[in-house]
T-cell receptor, first 115, second 115 residues
Framework: DTAVSQTPKYLVTQMGNDKSIKCEQN?????MYWYKQDSKKFLKIMFS???????INETVPNRFSPKSPDKAHLNLHINSLELGDSAVYFC??????????????FGSGTRLTVV | AQSVTQPDIHITVSEGASLELRCNYS??????LFWYVQSPGQGLQLLLK??????LVQGIKGFEAEFKRSQSSFNLRKPSVHWSDAAEYFC?????????????FGKGTHLIIQP
């Protein structure tokens, strides 16, 4: 009954490969996000999706593409992986819109290592 | 754009002693404020949040935080720390206009507990 689940938990891959990280939430939340945590533990938002629409797209490389088949899922596809993409990626969801925010729930993270 | 500053990168506290972790934010309107904790290799767990109302907020694990608008601060406190409190602590600010903008995180404070 995990609220926000990410798979895989660990991902080791070679430079140049294409990979995907999956995220699912069973909270009925209407907005989902991807965050990147770098080696210094700094967390920065990458994308958010609300009702299947991309709301914000921070200055991330276009090799990263979020895909949301439905409101409960937000997957992250990464093409042509680079060494600098190594990080922990967190999925999150929230129930909000129209001026009220009810907080955020985070997944347990996916540690991506590019070799 | 909003920002969060956590002035202390590392803090060392003796077990049983009191704790205060500092957080200052910058945001033009009423902020939504959060404290998260991240244990080694784990995801982010919400400790407490402030949306409105009483400026002293109680959270889980015996933590509390006080919102001071005049000082743009949202410091986290605990009267007596336990060894299990050793972790990374993140302060975050969300916009009051809704969840689409996601959270902006501080760079975190690493808490070390001495026996």
């Amino acid at each position: 009954d995990t609220a926000v689940s990410q798979t895989p938990k660990y991902l080791v891959t070679q430079m140049g490969n294409d990979k995907s990280i999956k995220c699912e939430q069973n909270l009925g939340h209407d907005t989902m996000y991807w965050y990147k945590q770098d080696s210094k533990k700094f967390l920065k938002i990458m994308f958010s999706y609300n009702n299947k629409e991309l709301i914000i797209n921070e200055t991330v490389p276009n090799r990263f593409s979020p895909k949301s088949p439905d409101k409960a899922h937000l997957n992250l596809h990464i093409n042509s992986l680079e060494l600098g993409d190594s990080a922990v990626y967190f999925c999150a969801s929230s129930l909000s819109w129209g001026g009220t925010n009810y907080g955020y729930t985070f997944g347990s993270g996916t540690r991506l290592t590019v070799v | 754009a909003q920002s969060v500053t956590q002035p202390d990168i590392h803090i060392t506290v003796s077990e049983g002693a009191s704790l205060e972790l500092r957080c200052n934010y910058s945001y033009g309107a009423t902020p939504y404020l959060f404290w998260y904790v991240q244990s080694p290799g784990q995801g982010l767990q919400l400790l407490l949040k402030y949306f409105s109302g009483d400026t002293l907020v109680q959270g889980i694990k015996g933590f509390e935080a006080e919102f001071k608008r005049s000082q743009s601060s949202f410091n986290l406190r605990k009267p007596s720390v336990h060894w299990s409190d050793a972790a990374e602590y993140f302060c975050a600010v969300g916009t009051s206009g809704g969840g689409a903008d996601g959270l902006t995180f501080g760079k975190g404070t690493h808490l070390i507990i001495q026996p």
